[in-house]
T-cell receptor
Framework: KAGVTQTPRYLIKTRGQQVTLSCSPISGHRSVSWYQQTPGQGLQFLFEYFSETQRNKGNFPGRFSGRQFSNSRSEMNVSTLELGDSALYLC???????????????FGAGTRLSVL | QKEVEQNSGPLSVPEGAIASLNCTYSDRGSQSFFWYRQYSGKSPELIMFIYSNGDKEDGRFTAQLNKASQYVSLLIRDSQPSDSATYLCAVPMNYGGSQGNLIFGKGTKLSVKP
């Protein structure tokens, strides 16, 4: 069974640009969550999608947005990039069982974004 | 705002020793707890999860939960150099763990010396 796939693996952008990251969850997983990881702040929750709806959102500015498609694939977008957005962006998928996620999240390899 | 605290380390133990990693959490209502391991340059991978007070064992790993004291720990017996990694403690943002969002501690870096 294929794991969580994130593309691209590396990105270099300049300030003010926008970026779109993609995540394909494990087959059958309907919940997709996004996290930002930096050396200073650690792993921080961005948002979670389930059945094409955003269920939860972390404490990030509106420049960070996402969406989920009917096949559970998800994208996140960051507009007007800032230097501080340089980070590893991780996507995780979870299995929904009987209406509840087991919350066992399986992470993709991540996309490393560098903003110059 | 829920918080999860971990000692950043590094924690250094000799090969074959027991490594003890600790985590405290702020919300007394938290019900489930997760330990992830992250090797340098890699993504986190789940080691164990625990819901009930007491101990849960899986191979060389034991998770211990004490809800009254609001701490959860991870013991690694017979530590190996391959266990050298950062260990992340996490709790769900929502009660019941029914939704796919976790609050992570900043992790404890473990170094196992041969």
């Amino acid at each position: 069974k294929a794991g969580v796939t994130q593309t691209p693996r590396y990105l270099i952008k300049t300030r003010g640009q926008q970026v779109t990251l993609s995540c394909s969850p494990i087959s059958g997983h309907r919940s997709v969550s996004w996290y930002q990881q930096t050396p200073g702040q650690g792993l921080q929750f961005l948002f979670e999608y389930f059945s094409e709806t955003q269920r939860n959102k972390g404490n990030f500015p509106g420049r960070f947005s996402g969406r989920q498609f009917s096949n559970s694939r998800s994208e996140m977008n960051v507009s007007t990039l800032e230097l501080g957005d340089s980070a590893l962006y991780l996507c995780a998928s979870s299995l929904i069982f009987r209406g509840e996620a087991k919350n066992i999240q399986y992470f993709g390899a991540g996309t490393r974004l560098s903003v110059l | 705002q829920k918080e999860v605290e971990q000692n950043s380390g590094p924690l250094s133990v000799p090969e074959g020793a027991i490594a003890s990693l600790n985590c405290t959490y702020s919300d007394r209502g938290s019900q489930s707890f997760f330990w992830y391991r992250q090797y340098s340059g890699k993504s986190p991978e789940l080691i164990m999860f625990i819901y009930s007070n007491g101990d849960k064992e899986d191979g060389r790993f034991t998770a211990q939960l004490n809800k009254a004291s609001q701490y959860v720990s991870l013991l690694i017996r017979d530590s190996q150099p391959s266990d050298s990694a950062t260990y992340l403690c996490a709790v769900p943002m929502n009660y019941g763990g029914s939704q796919g969002n976790l609050i992570f501690g900043k992790g404890t870096k473990l170094s196992v010396k041969p």
